[in-house]
């Protein structure tokens, strides 16, 4: 069963797993509706898939499955959030240090079926043997995003981190109980005047040292990932980095696109992606919040957000842009 047109034929099937028994609140495209209660409840969609924003490129999407519990998928699951000055003028300070708060991590109480790591940078990968030490997850990324999860974790985490691990590299499909995951080999965001990546590099051939300052965490390849519930068909695809490789998207027509602000050094990024996509019905912004300002508050818009919504609505009039809050969440 593949993608859009076959909503709701299982919606019954979706309820009883469980899924569409949770609360949801839904922000939409309109200004406005982002000041609207966060308690806000609507009846849940028949997509059979619910996401929930973490922040940055933080979420947590849980997938429907006919008599079974939900699974539950992480994407770059970072809640530490400690001060780098990323959003600043002047920019992140590499020499600033690593922190792990695994009381903040915890206090989320978050599950995994897998987690999927897009790339290695400081703001999506920190977490991650934590919470695969916790959750018992497989735990997806390149060669150089294991390596350095492996130097990243705890003694006491390793051992377990080890079994964990599933190197990809972008074009496997890989099918689970009840949904499947494509990984897509993608590409980072290339910001400034020279357009280059941020803290660029590989760490092949065995984990580094133990990665003590921001700038320790090199990117390490970028892959996004395509999700699908089979019940459904419903497709969600997510990009960790405003940059994509359009033949690598060749044959994908989500259902849903989270993507981010920027790519102003990406030709035509925008109008691109969605042209790549096969305009999706929709979109939900991404990484669009200042990681300096605390997750448990609203998101606080690094300076990216209008102008995403208004490529997306010049680039594709039909695409619904919703916009997700800090741990809320959104059933389409
Ligand atoms: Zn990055």
Same mark, same amino acid.
């Given at each position: 069963?593949?993608?859009?047109?076959?909503?709701?034929?299982?919606?019954?099937?979706?309820?009883?797993?469980?899924?569409?028994?949770?609360?949801?609140?839904?922000?939409?495209?309109?200004?406005?509706?982002?000041?609207?209660?966060?308690?806000?409840?609507?009846?849940?969609?028949?997509?059979? $898939?619910?996401?929930?924003?973490?922040?940055?490129? &933080?979420?947590?999407? =849980? +997938?429907?499955? /006919? *008599?079974? @519990? !939900?699974?539950?998928?992480?994407?770059?699951?970072?809640?530490?959030?400690?001060?780098?000055?990323?959003?600043?003028?002047?920019?992140?300070?590499?020499?600033?240090?690593?922190?792990?708060?695994?009381?903040?991590?915890?206090?989320?109480?978050?599950?995994?079926?897998?987690?999927?790591?897009?790339?290695?940078?400081?703001?999506?990968?920190?977490?991650?043997?934590?919470?695969?030490?916790?959750?018992?997850?497989?735990?997806?990324?390149?060669?150089?995003?294991?390596?350095?999860?492996?130097?990243?974790?705890?003694?006491?985490?390793?051992?377990?981190?080890?079994?964990?691990?599933?190197?990809?590299?972008?074009?496997?499909?890989?099918?689970?109980?009840?949904?499947?995951?494509? $990984?897509?080999?993608?590409?980072?965001?290339?910001? &400034?005047?020279?357009? =280059? +990546?941020?803290? /660029? *590099?590989? @760490? !092949?051939?065995?984990?580094?040292?133990?990665?003590?300052?921001?700038?320790?965490?090199?990117?390490?390849?970028?892959?996004?990932?395509?999700?699908?519930?089979?019940?459904?068909?419903?497709?969600?695809?997510?990009?960790?980095?405003?940059?994509?490789?359009?033949?690598?998207?060749?044959?994908?027509?989500?259902?849903?696109?989270?993507?981010?602000?920027?790519?102003?050094?990406?030709?035509?990024?925008?109008?691109?992606?969605?042209?790549?996509?096969?305009?999706?019905?929709?979109?939900?912004?991404?990484?669009?919040?200042?990681?300096?300002?605390?997750?448990?508050?609203?998101?606080?818009?690094?300076?990216?957000?209008?102008?995403?919504?208004?490529?997306?609505?010049?680039?594709?009039?039909?695409?619904?842009?919703?916009?997700?809050?800090?741990?809320?969440?959104?059933?389409?």
């Amino acid at each position: 069963m593949s993608r859009r047109g076959l909503l709701g034929a299982s919606a019954a099937g979706l309820s009883a797993a469980g899924l569409t028994a949770a609360g949801v609140a839904v922000a939409s495209d309109a200004p406005a509706d982002r000041a609207r209660p966060r308690s806000a409840r609507t009846e849940p969609g028949t997509s059979g $898939v619910r996401l929930r924003w973490l922040g940055n490129n &933080g979420w947590e999407i =849980r +997938v429907a499955r /006919p *008599g079974k @519990r !939900p699974a539950t998928v992480l994407i770059d699951p970072w809640l530490t959030r400690f001060r780098t000055g990323t959003y600043t003028e002047a920019g992140a300070d590499p020499t600033t240090e690593l922190v792990v708060d695994k009381d903040a991590i915890d206090r989320h109480r978050l599950r995994a079926d897998q987690i999927l790591v897009t790339h290695g940078h400081y703001d999506h990968l920190p977490d991650v043997p934590h919470l695969a030490a916790t959750t018992d997850a497989t735990v997806l990324g390149t060669e150089s995003h294991a390596n350095l999860l492996l130097a990243l974790a705890e003694p006491e985490e390793r051992d377990a981190l080890e079994g964990r691990l599933s190197v990809v590299s972008g074009g496997e499909h890989l099918q689970l109980e009840g949904y499947s995951i494509r $990984v897509l080999r993608s590409l980072h965001s290339m910001t &400034g005047a020279r357009a =280059r +990546v941020p803290f /660029p *590099g590989t @760490r !092949p051939g065995g984990p580094p040292p133990r990665p003590k300052t921001i700038a320790d965490l090199v990117e390490g390849g970028t892959l996004a990932y395509a999700i699908t519930c089979d019940a459904t068909g419903f497709t969600v695809v997510n990009f960790g980095g405003s940059n994509f490789s359009a033949a690598d998207l060749a044959g994908l027509s989500p259902d849903l696109a989270m993507i981010q602000p920027g790519g102003a050094t990406v030709h035509d990024y925008v109008p691109r992606l969605l042209s790549c996509l096969d305009h999706p019905p929709y979109v939900v912004p991404t990484h669009w919040d200042d990681v300096d300002e605390p997750l448990d508050e609203p998101a606080v818009d690094w300076g990216g957000l209008t102008g995403l919504r208004n490529a997306v609505r010049a680039a594709s009039p039909s695409t619904r842009f919703v916009v997700v809050d800090h741990l809320e969440t959104f059933t389409p």
